[in-house]
C-alpha cells in the first residue's frame, strides 16, 4: 500500500462489481499520481494539458479521423498494446497498428482495380498477391480480407476531396487455395496529419511525421484470430523510423518490376508485383 495519504484515500474508492475494472482504474491512477510526483507540473502546465486532450476530442475525432488513435500511435502505445496481445505460433504474420484511417471498404471481386480516383493515370500500377493460410501452411478459403492504402501523393479517401470515399480499399474473400489479388497503384510514403494535436506534440518533440509507404490489411475467418497488420515496401526510406513505430521486419517485401505487360494478371502496362502471404493462428492456439 502506498505510503502517500491523498493516494491511499483516492485508491480506496476503487470498489466496482467489475474486478478487471478495478486493476486498470487503480493502476492507472497510481501511474498517474507517480507522475505528478516525479515532473511536478505547474497548474498552468497541467490545464495545458487537459486543454490538449479537451481539443483532441472535441476537434480532431469524427466519422473518418480519431487523433487519439494517432497520438496512441505516435506514442508507441498501440504498437506496445498489440504486441503484449497478440503473442502466437511460430510463423504467423505479426500483426501491426491499425491506424486513424480505417473504414468500411466496398466489396470487390478478385483482381478488381481498387485505385479508381486520379492516381489512377499518375501512379506506378501494382498488382498485390498472396494466400491466407493458418501457420501450419493450410490454406483458408472464405476469409475476408479488408486493405486499404494512400495513393501516390501520400491521401487517403476521406483526405482528398479528388477521390470518392472507399477509393483505394476493398474488401475480398480468398478463393479455395486461400489466395486474394487486386490491382492498384504503388503507395507513397507520407506524413501524418500534422493539423491537429498530433502534429503539435511531433513538432514540439522535435520528431518527423513520416510513415513508409505500406498497404494496411485486415483479415478474418471463422476458426482464426483476426489480424490486423500491414505490409510495408523495402528501400523506403523512413522503415527505420516510422513515426508510428509499425514496421516489423517480417512486414517488409520488396516489389517486383516487371518491364512487360501480363495477361495472367490483366496488366498492360510495366508495374509493379507484391507478394503478401498472410498466415493466422487458429482460435485454440491462443
Not at 492507472?28 to 497541467?46: G, M
Amino acid at each position: 500500500m502506498s505510503s502517500d495519504p491523498l493516494l491511499r484515500q483516492v485508491l480506496s474508492g476503487v470498489d466496482g462489481s467489475d474486478e478487471r475494472l478495478n486493476e486498470i482504474v487503480s493502476s492507472l491512477i497510481t501511474h498517474l499520481h507517480a507522475f505528478v510526483s516525479e515532473v511536478r507540473p505547474t497548474e498552468r502546465e497541467w490545464l495545458a494539458g487537459l486543454d490538449f486532450l479537451t481539443e483532441t476530442g472535441q476537434r480532431w475525432c469524427g466519422p473518418h479521423r480519431n487523433e487519439f488513435i494517432l497520438l496512441s500511435d505516435m506514442l508507441g502505445l498501440t504498437t506496445a498494446v498489440d504486441d503484449v496481445n497478440h503473442v502466437g505460433a511460430a510463423g504467423m504474420t505479426p500483426s501491426s497498428v491499425q491506424g486513424p484511417f480505417h473504414s468500411p471498404a466496398p466489396v470487390r471481386e478478385l483482381g478488381d482495380w481498387i485505385a479508381t480516383g486520379p492516381e489512377r493515370e499518375r501512379g506506378t500500377p501494382a498488382v498485390v498477391h498472396g494466400r491466407v493460410l493458418g501457420t501450419d501452411g493450410t490454406p483458408v478459403p472464405g476469409a475476408l480480407v479488408d486493405v486499404w492504402q494512400a495513393d501516390d501523393t501520400g491521401l487517403y479517401d476521406s483526405q482528398d476531396e479528388q477521390q470518392d470515399l472507399g477509393n483505394l480499399r476493398a474488401l475480398l474473400t480468398t478463393g479455395h487455395d486461400g489466395g486474394y489479388w487486386f490491382r492498384t497503384i504503388r503507395p507513397s510514403s507520407y506524413p501524418v496529419p500534422v493539423d491537429g494535436t498530433a502534429g503539435r506534440l511531433l513538432k514540439a518533440i522535435g520528431r518527423h511525421p513520416m510513415r513508409p509507404a505500406h498497404v494496411h490489411v485486415q483479415v478474418s475467418a471463422p476458426g482464426y484470430r483476426p489480424l490486423t497488420t500491414h505490409v510495408f515496401l523495402a528501400g523506403d526510406p523512413y522503415l527505420g523510423s516510422d513515426a508510428a513505430y509499425a514496421v516489423k521486419p517480417e512486414l517488409v517485401r520488396e516489389p517486383v518490376r516487371r518491364e512487360a505487360p501480363d495477361e495472367r494478371w490483366g496488366m498492360e502496362t510495366p508495374f509493379e508485383e507484391l507478394e503478401f502471404d498472410l498466415r493466422l493462428v487458429r482460435e485454440e492456439e491462443r
